[in-house]
């Protein structure tokens, strides 16, 4: 499978200055990250706040260039003046705050901004932002107005609005933190949907483990490291390093772990309330 | 405090006048604006009412929308009758104390009453059966000249349609900020003009932090969609002129014409 995202050494550097633009301090917020993500794979990127997860993400869409080291996203190096519109159109970013990123005043002229942008010419725009909103199931709401959708409908849109620009991979930066466990649902459900069926790279932020469990892969950052890897099932299994980090684990593989140090015999790694019952009964 | 604002006062309906191009209805606007300023005489009124009502009833927006439209300028509007009402001088026809009514008086009173009213209707018209959108984009179009210029015309609409698109947002953000502003003891309330304006600086500060916390979150959504001015663009809902924009063009064209005929006193 070919490689969508190849990040080398990466390390990046915030500088804090004072008003005359002298060096105040330097806050490493990723160190030495090297990691690569296969096209089609889902990928969950987990940390607690201020891990340097969201700037790790924004190196993927040419936000932020690297201090050092190198970020290939497609194979072209995003600190490169001349890549950066391609870079952003094969990663399209999604954001957190759903109301910030919405730019049409209606769904359907929101979701034709991107292709808009990108020269496409008029009856392909309508083919797309058609093709876009089905595929998170946004089709019927096309000519409301953003303001009058829930949170997760409005993600949605933004999701929509991203893959209409026909992205290879879609990074996403905590998109369900600002919404209800019901929109969460809708919008993990819509993305997982777009992983299987378009085969589009997912690349998820966010510090919510339950979101991870259908990860092909999950990177665990502490301190602008990459302190674990693994597939959800040995993440995990670790409960006790997981915790050290700051991080909760998911309710089933919580109580799973509690029951097997009472001396429940069961598996590591449990991940959903179903496989717990299935082990129990 | 903030429900009744309408801005965006679009009235969702299918009209003749609904289908035209933006611009058509810009223009016919502007048509219509400077014929209401050029007629002098009565017959002028007759026709610009005329012209007005079959207009409304064109486009199909019950009256009662324009009326509402009226609300605001309804002060302006006593002012204005009134003080041409007893300022004029001419012919006196009545008159109590220092106060006198003259036939010019009167006479300039109803033409400047009628003219106002036909001014905010003839363009609520307008902003009733065009969206927001649409009409940001004929602007947009109308005043791609000005490039030359180099007034960056693009970017103003752009500006326009997110302003439009964030007010709502912002206006229900202030909602929130002044509840929660009340809920510390801030009194909004307050008496006198000193104390209201004082009152305004806990509500005014955060909705700033805010607004540009938000500007600058969009600003990141919209490069990140590869956003990068108006070169290169392509447009969703490109504007095209059809028959019934001719159509309307001739209409209003004619309609000047009558007005400059009879309204302006020619024939007498």
């Given at each position: 499978?070919?490689?969508?995202v190849?990040?080398?050494?990466?390390?990046?550097?915030?500088?804090?200055?004072?008003?005359?633009?002298n060096?105040?301090?330097?806050?490493?917020?990723?160190?030495?990250?090297?990691?690569?993500?296969?096209?089609?794979?889902?990928?969950?990127?987990?940390?607690?706040?201020?891990?340097?997860?969201?700037?790790?993400?924004?190196?993927?869409?040419?936000?932020?260039?690297?201090?050092?080291?190198?970020?290939?996203?497609?194979?072209?190096?995003?600190?490169?003046?001349?890549?950066?519109?391609?870079?952003?159109?094969?990663?399209?970013?999604?954001?957190?705050?759903?109301?910030?990123?919405?730019?049409?005043?209606?769904?359907?002229?929101?979701?034709?901004?991107?292709?808009?942008?990108?020269?496409?010419?008029?009856?392909?725009?309508?083919?797309?932002?058609?093709?876009?909103?089905?595929?998170?199931?946004?089709?019927?709401?096309?000519?409301?107005?953003?303001?009058?959708?829930?949170g997760?409908?409005?993600?949605?849109?933004?999701?929509?609005?991203?893959?209409?620009?026909?992205?290879?991979?879609?990074?996403?930066?905590?998109?369900?933190?600002?919404?209800?466990?019901?929109?969460?649902?809708?919008?993990?459900?819509?993305?997982?949907e777009?992983?299987?069926?378009?085969?589009?790279?997912?690349?998820?932020i966010t510090?919510?483990?339950?979101?991870?469990?259908y990860?092909?892969?999950?990177?665990?950052?502490?301190?602008?490291?990459?302190?674990?890897?693994?597939?959800?099932?040995?993440?995990?299994?670790?409960v006790?390093?997981?915790?050290?980090?700051?991080?909760?684990?998911?309710?089933?593989?919580?109580?799973?772990?509690?029951?097997?140090?009472a001396?429940?015999?069961?598996?590591?790694?449990?991940?959903?309330?179903?496989?717990?019952?299935?082990?129990?009964s | 405090?903030?429900?009744?604002?309408?801005?965006?006062?679009?009235?969702?309906?299918?009209?003749?006048?609904?289908r035209?191009?933006?611009?058509?209805?810009?223009?016919?606007?502007?048509i219509?604006?400077?014929?209401?300023?050029?007629?002098?005489?009565y017959?002028?009124?007759?026709?610009?009412?005329?012209?007005?009502?079959?207009?409304?009833?064109?486009?199909?927006?019950?009256?009662?929308?324009?009326?509402?439209?009226m609300?605001?300028?309804?002060?302006?509007?006593?002012?204005?009758?009134?003080?041409?009402?007893?300022?004029?001088?001419?012919?006196?026809?009545?008159?109590?104390w220092?106060?006198?009514?003259?036939?010019?008086g009167?006479?300039?009173?109803?033409?400047?009453?009628?003219?106002?009213?036909?001014?905010?209707?003839?363009?609520?018209?307008?902003?009733?059966?065009t969206?927001?959108?649409?009409?940001?984009?004929?602007?947009?179009?109308?005043?791609?000249?000005?490039?030359?210029?180099?007034?960056?015309?693009?970017e103003?609409?752009?500006?326009?349609?997110?302003?439009?698109?964030?007010?709502?947002?912002?206006?229900?953000?202030?909602?929130?900020?002044?509840?929660?502003?009340?809920?510390?003891?801030?009194?909004?309330?307050?008496?006198?003009?000193?104390?209201?304006?004082?009152?305004?600086?806990?509500?005014?500060?955060?909705?700033?932090?805010?607004?540009?916390?938000?500007?600058?979150?969009?600003?990141?959504?919209?490069?990140?969609?590869?956003?990068?001015?108006?070169?290169?663009?392509?447009?969703?809902?490109?504007?095209k002129?059809?028959?019934?924009d001719?159509?309307?063009?001739?209409?209003?064209?004619?309609?000047?014409?009558?007005?400059?005929?009879?309204?302006?006193?020619?024939?007498?």
């Open positions: 499978m070919s490689k969508i190849e990040i080398k050494k990466l390390l990046f550097d915030y500088i804090r200055r004072d008003e005359e633009g060096v105040e301090g330097i806050t490493t917020a990723v160190d030495n990250v090297s990691l690569t993500i296969s096209q089609g794979d889902f990928v969950a990127i987990l940390g607690h706040n201020g891990s340097g997860k969201s700037t790790l993400a924004k190196h993927l869409n040419a936000i932020l260039y690297p201090t050092e080291g190198t970020v290939l996203v497609d194979g072209k190096d995003t600190s490169e003046e001349d890549n950066i519109w391609e870079v952003r159109q094969a990663a399209s970013m999604v954001f957190q705050n759903p109301d910030n990123q919405i730019i049409g005043q209606i769904v359907e002229e929101d979701v034709g901004f991107g292709p808009e942008n990108l020269g496409v010419p008029t009856p392909m725009i309508w083919e797309r932002v058609e093709k876009a909103l089905k595929a998170v199931n946004m089709y019927q709401f096309r000519s409301k107005s953003p303001n009058r959708l829930s997760g409908q409005k993600q949605r849109v933004s999701i929509a609005g991203v893959l209409a620009m026909q992205p290879k991979c879609i990074v996403l930066d905590e998109p369900t933190a600002m919404l209800d466990p019901s929109g969460r649902e809708e919008v993990i459900e819509a993305i997982r777009l992983n299987k069926k378009e085969n589009i790279t997912i690349i998820l510090h919510n483990m339950e979101e991870t469990i990860a092909d892969k999950i990177y665990v950052m502490d301190e602008g490291k990459i302190a674990m890897e693994g597939t959800p099932r040995e993440i995990f299994s670790e006790e390093k997981l915790k050290s980090l700051r991080l909760n684990v998911p309710q089933a593989t919580m109580l799973a772990y509690e029951l097997k140090k001396g429940v015999p069961l598996p590591d790694g449990i991940l959903t309330k179903e496989e717990l019952i299935c082990h129990l | 405090m903030f429900k009744d604002m309408t801005l965006g006062q679009y009235y969702p309906i299918d009209s003749p006048i609904h035209l191009d933006a611009r058509s209805k810009f223009v016919g606007t502007v219509y604006i400077v014929s209401v300023f050029m007629v002098n005489n017959i002028g009124y007759l026709i610009a009412i005329a012209a007005l009502l079959t207009f409304i009833a064109i486009s199909r927006v019950p009256i009662k929308f324009m009326v509402k439209g609300k605001s300028i309804v002060v302006l509007m006593i002012f204005a009758g009134l003080f041409n009402l007893f300022l004029v001088q001419g012919e006196v026809v009545w008159s109590w220092i106060l006198s009514i003259t036939k010019e009167i006479d300039t009173a109803i033409k400047m009453v009628l003219r106002l009213a036909l001014l905010i209707m003839g363009s609520s018209i307008m902003t009733l059966t969206t927001p959108t649409s009409l940001t984009d004929g602007l947009e179009s109308l005043f791609k000249p000005l490039n030359v210029i180099k007034i960056p015309v693009h103003i609409a752009m500006m326009m349609t997110i302003a439009l698109r964030f007010i709502p947002i912002l206006t229900e953000e202030m909602d929130k900020i002044m509840k929660a502003q009340m809920a510390r003891g801030v009194d909004f309330e307050a008496k006198g003009l000193i104390k209201k304006a004082k009152s305004m600086i806990p509500l005014l500060v955060p909705l700033f932090i805010s607004a540009f916390r938000r500007a600058n979150d969009l600003a990141m959504a919209m490069e990140a969609r590869c956003y990068r001015g108006g070169k290169g663009r392509t447009k969703m809902k490109p504007l002129y059809h028959w019934n001719a159509v309307a063009f001739l209409i209003m064209c004619g309609y000047l014409a009558l007005c400059i005929i009879f309204g302006r006193g020619v024939l007498e």
